[in-house]
């Protein structure tokens, strides 16, 4: 089942030729960090006490490494995809717009990246 609309089946048309996509990529991303930000604001919170040896061994626990990862590339993608849309809102130069992607791009991946290797590093 698709999320386009019966006339841009039709057409195919549109700025972007995916903005229903985007949106409910969008969409998904913030169902999903609902849950995973509960449990985010409860790892915090447990951590808090115990400080940095709870917070290793928190992250050592199989469950918690997982759903660690899967907040943070959640956010991390939620992040890309608002900022996208930032910036094909308020940036109107060509060249300028497309190096932000880039930098928009590179930035998530970089901190994603780390991220996820400072989670498994933990955790193995």
Known sequence: MSGR????????????????????????SAVALIPLTLW???AVLHVARGGEDAALAFLAQPLHAVLMILFVVATIMHMMMGIQVVIEDYV???GQKITLFLLNRAFGWLVGALCVFAVLKIAL
């Open 5 to 28: 609309t019966p006339y841009s089946r039709v057409e195919g048309l549109g700025a972007s030729h995916s903005g229903t996509e985007h949106f409910w990529r969008e969409r998904a």
């Open 40 to 42: 985010f604001a409860f």
């Open 92 to 94: 109107y130069v060509e």
